[in-house]
Protein backbone atom coordinates (compact mmCIF):
# COMPACT_ATOMS: atom_id res chain seq x y z
CA UNK A 1 0.00 0.00 0.00
CA UNK A 2 1.37 3.33 -0.55
CA UNK A 3 2.38 5.45 2.31
CA UNK A 4 1.89 9.03 2.87
CA UNK A 5 3.26 11.19 5.72
CA UNK A 6 0.23 13.50 7.18
CA UNK A 7 1.61 16.36 8.81
CA UNK A 8 -0.65 17.23 11.42
CA UNK A 9 -0.28 16.97 14.91
CA UNK A 10 -3.97 16.82 15.62
CA UNK A 11 -5.35 13.23 16.12
CA UNK A 12 -9.14 13.85 15.36
CA UNK A 13 -7.71 15.40 11.70
CA UNK A 14 -5.96 12.02 10.81
CA UNK A 15 -9.01 9.92 12.51
CA UNK A 16 -11.70 11.95 10.08
CA UNK A 17 -9.05 11.53 7.46
CA UNK A 18 -8.27 7.77 7.85
CA UNK A 19 -12.27 7.31 7.42
CA UNK A 20 -13.04 9.25 4.43
CA UNK A 21 -9.36 7.67 2.62
CA UNK A 22 -11.08 4.18 3.54
CA UNK A 23 -8.02 2.30 3.62
CA UNK A 24 -6.24 3.54 0.33
CA UNK A 25 -3.45 4.47 2.06
CA UNK A 26 -1.23 3.60 4.81
CA UNK A 27 -0.96 7.26 6.31
CA UNK A 28 2.41 7.85 8.80
CA UNK A 29 2.16 10.37 11.51
CA UNK A 30 4.45 12.71 12.88
CA UNK A 31 5.10 10.52 15.15
CA UNK A 32 6.07 7.73 13.02
CA UNK A 33 8.94 9.46 11.17
CA UNK A 34 9.79 11.16 14.24
CA UNK A 35 8.84 14.78 13.89
CA UNK A 36 8.38 15.70 17.28
CA UNK A 37 8.84 19.05 17.16
CA UNK A 38 6.45 21.82 16.62
CA UNK A 39 6.07 23.15 12.95
CA UNK A 40 6.07 26.26 11.95
CA UNK A 41 3.00 28.16 11.01
CA UNK A 42 3.47 31.28 10.29
CA UNK A 43 1.16 32.46 7.72
CA UNK A 44 -1.28 35.24 6.59
CA UNK A 45 -3.70 32.32 5.10
CA UNK A 46 -4.91 28.93 5.22
CA UNK A 47 -3.34 27.83 2.08
CA UNK A 48 -0.10 29.42 2.74
CA UNK A 49 0.02 27.63 6.16
CA UNK A 50 -0.97 24.36 4.62
CA UNK A 51 1.47 24.53 2.40
CA UNK A 52 4.52 25.75 4.79
CA UNK A 53 3.75 22.66 7.05
CA UNK A 54 4.10 20.17 4.06
CA UNK A 55 7.32 21.91 2.79
CA UNK A 56 8.81 22.21 6.17
CA UNK A 57 8.57 17.75 6.46
CA UNK A 58 8.64 17.19 2.51
CA UNK A 59 12.68 19.63 3.35
CA UNK A 60 13.82 18.15 6.90
CA UNK A 61 12.29 14.63 6.21
CA UNK A 62 12.19 13.95 2.74
CA UNK A 63 8.97 12.05 2.84
CA UNK A 64 6.25 12.56 0.36
CA UNK A 65 3.37 14.12 2.76
CA UNK A 66 0.17 16.12 2.92
CA UNK A 67 -0.63 18.57 5.53
CA UNK A 68 -4.16 20.55 5.67
CA UNK A 69 -4.98 23.78 7.16
CA UNK A 70 -8.39 25.22 8.57
CA UNK A 71 -10.09 27.83 9.86
CA UNK A 72 -13.15 29.22 11.21
CA UNK A 73 -14.37 32.54 8.96
CA UNK A 74 -16.87 34.49 10.92
CA UNK A 75 -18.51 37.40 8.60
CA UNK A 76 -19.28 39.79 11.44
CA UNK A 77 -16.37 39.81 13.05
CA UNK A 78 -14.28 40.18 9.92
CA UNK A 79 -13.29 37.16 8.80
CA UNK A 80 -12.07 36.38 12.68
CA UNK A 81 -10.77 33.65 13.91
CA UNK A 82 -9.31 32.55 10.33
CA UNK A 83 -5.73 31.91 10.31
CA UNK A 84 -5.66 32.55 14.20
CA UNK A 85 -8.70 29.88 14.95
CA UNK A 86 -6.66 27.43 17.16
CA UNK A 87 -5.14 29.81 19.44
CA UNK A 88 -7.90 32.14 19.38
CA UNK A 89 -9.17 31.73 22.95
CA UNK A 90 -5.44 31.98 24.20
CA UNK A 91 -1.68 29.82 23.20
CA UNK A 92 -2.97 27.00 24.69
CA UNK A 93 -5.35 26.08 21.72
CA UNK A 94 -8.07 24.78 24.07
CA UNK A 95 -11.52 24.32 22.32
CA UNK A 96 -13.77 25.41 25.16
CA UNK A 97 -12.19 28.88 25.51
CA UNK A 98 -11.93 29.44 21.25
CA UNK A 99 -15.89 28.96 21.37
CA UNK A 100 -16.23 31.04 24.55
CA UNK A 101 -14.41 34.10 22.77
CA UNK A 102 -16.47 33.61 20.14
CA UNK A 103 -19.61 33.87 21.53
CA UNK A 104 -18.76 36.67 23.32
CA UNK A 105 -17.13 38.58 20.59
CA UNK A 106 -20.26 37.84 18.66
CA UNK A 107 -22.88 38.92 21.65
CA UNK A 108 -26.37 38.83 20.37
CA UNK A 109 -25.47 40.07 16.85
CA UNK A 110 -27.44 38.76 14.15
CA UNK A 111 -25.50 37.89 11.53
CA UNK A 112 -24.19 34.86 12.48
CA UNK A 113 -22.85 33.82 9.10
CA UNK A 114 -19.85 31.87 8.87
CA UNK A 115 -18.10 29.38 6.80
CA UNK A 116 -14.80 26.75 7.61
CA UNK A 117 -11.99 26.63 5.34
CA UNK A 118 -9.63 23.56 4.71
CA UNK A 119 -6.79 23.51 2.45
CA UNK A 120 -4.85 20.59 2.03
CA UNK A 121 -1.20 20.46 0.48
CA UNK A 122 0.29 18.17 -0.99
CA UNK A 123 4.01 17.84 -2.01
CA UNK A 124 4.97 14.67 -4.01
CA UNK A 125 8.08 14.16 -5.33
CA UNK A 126 8.75 17.84 -5.19
CA UNK A 127 5.91 18.81 -6.65
CA UNK A 128 3.19 20.89 -4.76
CA UNK A 129 -1.23 20.25 -5.27
CA UNK A 130 -3.58 22.20 -3.05
CA UNK A 131 -7.22 21.14 -2.82
CA UNK A 132 -9.55 23.47 -0.60
CA UNK A 133 -13.45 22.52 0.60
CA UNK A 134 -15.83 25.01 1.76
CA UNK A 135 -18.87 25.02 3.86
CA UNK A 136 -21.52 27.92 5.14
CA UNK A 137 -22.79 27.93 8.42
CA UNK A 138 -24.04 29.91 11.22
CA UNK A 139 -22.98 30.23 14.66
CA UNK A 140 -25.21 28.99 17.14
CA UNK A 141 -25.68 31.47 20.56
CA UNK A 142 -25.35 28.33 22.78
CA UNK A 143 -22.77 24.85 22.07
CA UNK A 144 -25.14 21.94 20.78
CA UNK A 145 -23.93 18.13 21.27
CA UNK A 146 -20.68 16.52 22.10
CA UNK A 147 -19.17 14.93 19.38
CA UNK A 148 -16.22 16.07 16.87
CA UNK A 149 -14.06 18.88 17.99
CA UNK A 150 -12.95 22.71 18.12
CA UNK A 151 -15.89 24.70 16.84
CA UNK A 152 -18.44 22.09 15.98
CA UNK A 153 -20.55 22.74 18.98
CA UNK A 154 -21.61 25.63 17.87
CA UNK A 155 -21.82 25.84 13.94
CA UNK A 156 -24.61 24.87 11.98
CA UNK A 157 -24.28 23.77 8.53
CA UNK A 158 -26.75 25.37 5.80
CA UNK A 159 -29.69 24.18 5.59
CA UNK A 160 -29.29 21.29 8.44
CA UNK A 161 -30.86 21.46 11.63
CA UNK A 162 -28.27 19.33 13.94
CA UNK A 163 -24.78 21.18 14.85
CA UNK A 164 -21.57 19.39 13.55
CA UNK A 165 -21.53 18.19 16.75
CA UNK A 166 -24.81 16.72 17.34
CA UNK A 167 -23.97 14.48 14.03
CA UNK A 168 -21.85 10.94 13.41
CA UNK A 169 -18.56 11.65 12.19
CA UNK A 170 -19.79 10.13 9.08
CA UNK A 171 -22.64 12.69 8.44
CA UNK A 172 -20.45 15.32 9.40
CA UNK A 173 -17.88 14.04 6.57
CA UNK A 174 -20.19 14.19 4.05
CA UNK A 175 -20.32 17.74 3.93
CA UNK A 176 -17.70 19.24 5.62
CA UNK A 177 -15.06 21.62 4.51
CA UNK A 178 -12.39 18.22 5.60
CA UNK A 179 -14.89 15.92 3.92
CA UNK A 180 -14.66 18.28 0.61
CA UNK A 181 -11.11 18.61 0.38
CA UNK A 182 -10.30 15.29 1.42
CA UNK A 183 -12.76 14.02 -1.30
CA UNK A 184 -10.52 15.93 -3.95
CA UNK A 185 -7.44 14.34 -2.58
CA UNK A 186 -8.83 11.06 -2.42
CA UNK A 187 -9.58 11.51 -5.68
CA UNK A 188 -6.70 12.93 -7.40
CA UNK A 189 -4.39 10.04 -5.87
CA UNK A 190 -6.55 7.72 -6.82
CA UNK A 191 -6.35 8.66 -10.26
CA UNK A 192 -2.12 8.77 -10.27
P1 LIG B 1 -2.30 21.01 12.90
O1 LIG B 1 -1.26 20.24 13.64
O2 LIG B 1 -2.81 20.25 11.69
O3 LIG B 1 -1.91 22.43 12.57
P2 LIG B 1 -4.34 22.25 14.59
O4 LIG B 1 -5.31 21.66 15.57
O5 LIG B 1 -3.39 23.31 15.05
O6 LIG B 1 -3.56 21.03 13.90
P3 LIG B 1 -5.57 24.02 12.58
O7 LIG B 1 -4.56 25.09 12.80
O8 LIG B 1 -5.89 23.63 11.19
O9 LIG B 1 -5.20 22.70 13.38
O10 LIG B 1 -6.96 24.27 13.30
C1 LIG B 1 -7.51 25.49 13.50
C2 LIG B 1 -8.57 25.43 14.55
O11 LIG B 1 -9.81 25.09 13.94
C3 LIG B 1 -8.35 24.47 15.70
O12 LIG B 1 -8.75 25.14 16.88
C4 LIG B 1 -9.30 23.33 15.46
O13 LIG B 1 -9.83 22.79 16.65
C5 LIG B 1 -10.40 24.02 14.65
N1 LIG B 1 -10.95 23.10 13.67
C6 LIG B 1 -10.29 22.51 12.64
N2 LIG B 1 -11.11 21.67 11.98
C7 LIG B 1 -12.31 21.72 12.62
C8 LIG B 1 -13.54 21.07 12.43
O14 LIG B 1 -13.73 20.16 11.48
N3 LIG B 1 -14.55 21.35 13.26
C9 LIG B 1 -14.39 22.24 14.26
N4 LIG B 1 -13.26 22.89 14.51
C10 LIG B 1 -12.22 22.63 13.71
Redesign the pocket.
Known amino acids: MNQLVF????KN?VL?IQKIMDGHYKFLSLMDIGCLEE?P?TQQTIKG?ALQ?ARYVYENYGKNCF??????IIDALNGAPGVY??R?GGPE?D?NA?IDKVLRELGATENRNAH?K?VIALILDGKEYTFEGIVNGTILKNRRGSF?????PV?LPLGKFKS?AEMSSED?NKI???GIATDKLKSFLLNL
Open positions: ATANKEIENKSEDTGLSAYKANFTGFGYDFFKSHR
